[in-house]
């Protein structure tokens, strides 16, 4: 007999046997392979727990979306049956209340109270560690600790620094997702510790996608109030230039209209509009407004005379001119 040593938990191994004997230097053929299967483990680590808060839809309610994901641990130690949720407002322990999942999200629906959430992970070996969070109340306020955030990609790695007011603070959460993703349940987050940079791969961005990025200081258990920014880690220009509208033309004079290019399909940050007209059978001029200007008033027209106008929208990689327009200025 022999007992096999260093295998990994809740994993199942085939085992076969050959022989020799003494006076042979031929081996047997293997046995028939026998199944065997090593005992599960409790989690050793907590789950890696965030929360999107979402404001009052109702009278003294309001939805917190929870969502965590195992740690990679290999090998694992056992096949994880389902999550343990526990909640109590901060002020009300004994008012203890429990969901069980075998997702890795839920929503609660808690009043306006400061609350103490924590989430276990467990199989039939046992419970992880909790991983605990606390929700503040709606009338809580917290400070702005975070002063600055940035991004910018290096070869093939997109980096997010900022930097913090109070240097005792070593923990931070830093979360990301798509401007035009409305299912919170869609948001990535990761713990960072001791350092106020992140870094990851490009390909963790998609590209020409508006992202939002929040960086939350931690106070164990607590949040802190984000810091947030957009970003693009890579830009092209628009997919449609912006439509004029021409209004009523004066003798000398007309007031161009137009409205922002929506944001599927700027496939960057606007950095300004140019206005190019030009009269029949002469030469095309322009005028350049910033990004937050939506109409301009051409002046110094030729009376009586026809024009020809469209608007570009540009971004950091290219303009995109809409379809061209035609009025005509009026004689008196």
Known sequence: SLNLTGLWDSTEYAVAIQCISVESKFWSDWSRERMASTEEKAPSEKVDLW?????????????????????????????????????????????????????EKIILLLNEEAYIISVTAYNSAGDSPEAILRIPS?????????????????????????????SEVTR????????????????????????????TNKKTFRPFICYNISVYPLYGNKVGAPYSIQ???????????????TGVPGKNEITIKWKEISKDKRNGFISNYTIFYKPEGGKELNETVNPDVLQYRLKSLQANTQYTVHIMATNEAGGTSGEPKTFKTLKF
């Open 172 to 199: 931070y959460v830093v979360e990301w997702y798509e401007e035009l993703e409305p299912d919170p349940f869609r948001r990535s987050w990761q713990y960072i510790s001791n350092s106020t940079n992140w870094r």
């Open 51 to 103: 929360r999107v808060i979402e404001s009052s839809h109702s009278a003294g309610h309001r939805s917190v979306h929870l969502m965590w994901k195992l740690l990679n641990h290999f090998p694992s130690p056992g096949r994880i049956l389902g999550y343990r949720i526990l909640y109590f407002p901060e002020n009300s322990a004994a008012l203890k209340m429990m969901n069980i999942t075998t997702d």
């Open 138 to 166: 709606t009338d809580e306020k917290t400070s702005q600790i975070i002063e600055t955030v940035r991004t910018f990609t290096a070869n093939e790695e997109v980096a997010v620094e900022w930097m913090s007011s109070r």
């Open 231 to 245: 970003t693009y880690i890579q830009e092209k220009k628009p997919s449609e230039g912006p439509m004029a509208d």
